[in-house]
């Protein structure tokens, strides 16, 4: 079984900035895109940013010039740089890795913007 692990959530300060980073248990073959989604309380998950096989990027408009999606040299590897962050950025944040065949999740890591 394939697990998806995320890490670099935490409290920052509006403005702040943090890295997410999500890494594959075990490499997954033929991933056409990767991407990271974000679930606030009492709302339902919503896209944040994805990333296809050959580097093309796709934002939600409320993180575009704040966000920035890339992925890494490890294979399955994925971040999320998030900068200029705001009270509105507060979720919990998974990433995503699809392909035709599987469509794997991490458990998700908070974020919280607050003063």
């Known amino acids: 079984q394939v697990q998806l692990v995320e890490s670099g959530g935490g409290l920052v300060q509006p403005g702040g900035s943090l890295r997410l980073s999500c890494s594959a248990s075990?490499?997954?073959?033929?991933?056409?895109?990767m991407g990271w989604y974000r679930q606030a309380p009492g709302k339902q998950r919503e896209l944040v940013a994805t990333?296809?096989?050959?580097?093309?990027?796709n934002y939600a408009d409320s993180v575009k010039g704040r966000f920035t999606i890339s992925r890494g040299n490890a294979v399955n590897t994925v971040y999320l740089q998030m900068n200029s962050l705001k009270p509105e950025d507060t979720a919990i944040y998974y990433c995503?890795?699809?392909?035709?065949?599987?469509?794997?999740w991490g458990q998700g890591t908070q974020v919280t913007v607050s003063s």
């Open positions: 995503n890795q699809w392909s035709p065949a599987y469509n794997y």
């Open positions: 075990r490499s997954i073959p033929s991933v056409n895109l």
């Open positions: 990333i296809t096989r050959v580097g093309n990027t």
